[in-house]
């Protein structure tokens, strides 16, 4: 399955369980399309429900509910674990995302 950067994907928690809905989880890529199209893993920050303003955790909206990326448990899984793509992070909520990234990763 081919992952953009800033996608949002379901990822199966069970790699051995094969690729179903249930036992999944909701997922953002962070990995570049050039790194996602030569490996055969993707980096990923989990989303997570709207409990707390972390400094690590950037707000979305994902379906109809508010909720959190969680950029403090970024996860690199195989290609073969994500079930579907399910939208993308709309250009505000990507660029919040780089930026949380920078001050955790580079600052």
Same mark, same amino acid.
């Given at each position: #399955?081919?992952?953009? %950067? /800033?996608? +949002?994907? $379901?990822?199966? %928690?069970?790699?051995?369980?094969?690729?179903?809905? *249930?036992?999944? +989880? %909701?997922?953002?890529? &962070?990995? =570049?399309?050039? #790194?996602?199209? *030569?490996?055969?893993?993707?980096? $990923?920050? !989990? +989303?997570? !429900?709207?409990?707390?303003? /972390? =400094?690590?955790?950037?707000? +979305?909206?994902?379906?109809?509910? =508010?909720?959190?990326?969680? $950029?403090?448990? &970024?996860?690199?899984?195989?290609?073969?674990?994500?079930?579907?793509?399910?939208?993308?992070?709309? =250009?505000?909520?990507?660029?919040?995302?780089?930026?949380? $990234?920078?001050? &955790?990763?580079?600052?």
């Amino acid at each position: #399955m081919e992952a953009n %950067q /800033y996608s +949002i994907v $379901l990822v199966a %928690q069970d790699s051995s369980s094969g690729n179903t809905l *249930s036992g999944s +989880i %909701q997922c953002v890529v &962070i990995s =570049p399309a050039e #790194m996602n199209r *030569s490996l055969r893993t993707v980096t $990923l920050a !989990p +989303i997570g !429900p709207d409990t707390g303003d /972390y =400094p690590t955790r950037v707000k +979305i909206k994902a379906g109809a509910k =508010p909720a959190r990326i969680a $950029l403090d448990q &970024i996860i690199t899984i195989e290609k073969k674990r994500i079930v579907k793509v399910t939208g993308d992070l709309t =250009p505000a909520e990507a660029k919040k995302v780089k930026s949380v $990234l920078k001050e &955790i990763l580079v600052d």
